[in-house]
């Protein structure tokens, strides 16, 4: 099976840098994807790594490292919008390739 | 990118009845729809597997009777909750998948589903 955790809750002020870990247990590896949800809504992708490194799009840049079984989400310049849930999610091995949520990071960014 | 659309966004039922919520992907087709379940602040559950033209894959714990799902085409996967009840009352997303890909996976806008 698959497990995934984040922290439950992070805070920040405006224009700060976080970060938002990940460490999961897999039965086998197809990469590590970071997904956005705001109250209410679906979730938006956000970025995906296969291979260990850092990831940059934008302000929001990913880390993978395999060894470690272990990754991050990384958001500079923080805006008042970026306040949502933040979820890690690998995929499984079966055929299907189901995508496994991690816990999931409430950020909340203040003034 | 991929749009998936569903419908409705928001229902409200008496315990006991039956809803049906619908899945469309509008402009791509779906090989594969996956159903997830989220109760407040808390993660995506994986519900089930749906594949074109076959009986979907359920993860443990869901049970089948209760949560019918039907992949009818490549565009369209319906999920129905029958005799739902107050604990059913969650929010339910649909999510789907190009055909031959596997890296990117469009979610739909979501269904609040309440359950008096």
């Known amino acids: 099976g698959q497990s995934l955790e984040q922290p439950s809750e992070v805070t920040a002020v405006e224009g700060a840098i976080v970060q938002i870990n990940c460490t999961y247990q897999?039965?086998?590896?197809?990469?590590l994807s970071w997904y956005q949800q705001h109250d209410g809504g679906a979730p938006t992708f956000l970025s995906y790594?296969?291979?260990?490194g850092l990831e940059e799009t934008g302000r929001f840049s990913s880390f993978l490292s395999r060894s470690d079984s272990y990754g991050y989400l990384l958001l500079q310049e923080l805006q008042m919008k970026d306040s949502a849930s933040y979820f890690c999610?690998?995929?499984?091995?079966?055929?299907?390739?189901?995508?496994?949520f991690g816990t999931g990071t409430r950020l909340l960014v203040s003034p | 990118g991929a749009v998936v659309s569903q419908h409705p966004s928001r229902v409200i039922c008496k315990s006991g009845t039956s809803v049906k919520i619908e899945c469309r992907s509008l402009d791509f087709q779906a090989t594969t729809m996956f159903w997830y379940r989220q109760f407040p602040k808390q993660s995506l559950m994986l519900m089930a597997t749906?594949?074109?033209?076959?009986?979907?894959?359920?993860e443990q714990g869901v049970e089948k009777d209760k949560f019918l799902i039907n992949h009818a085409s490549l565009t369209l996967s319906t999920l129905t909750v029958t005799s739902a009840h107050p604990e059913d009352s969650s929010f339910y997303i649909c999510s789907a998948r190009e055909g031959g890909s596997t890296d990117t996976q469009y979610f739909g806008p979501g269904t609040r589903l309440t359950v008096l």
């Open positions: 749906s594949n074109e033209g076959s009986k979907a894959t359920y």
């Open positions: 999610a690998v995929r499984d091995g079966t055929g299907f390739q189901k995508l496994v």
């Open positions: 897999t039965s086998g590896f197809y990469g």
């Open positions: 790594n296969a291979l260990d």
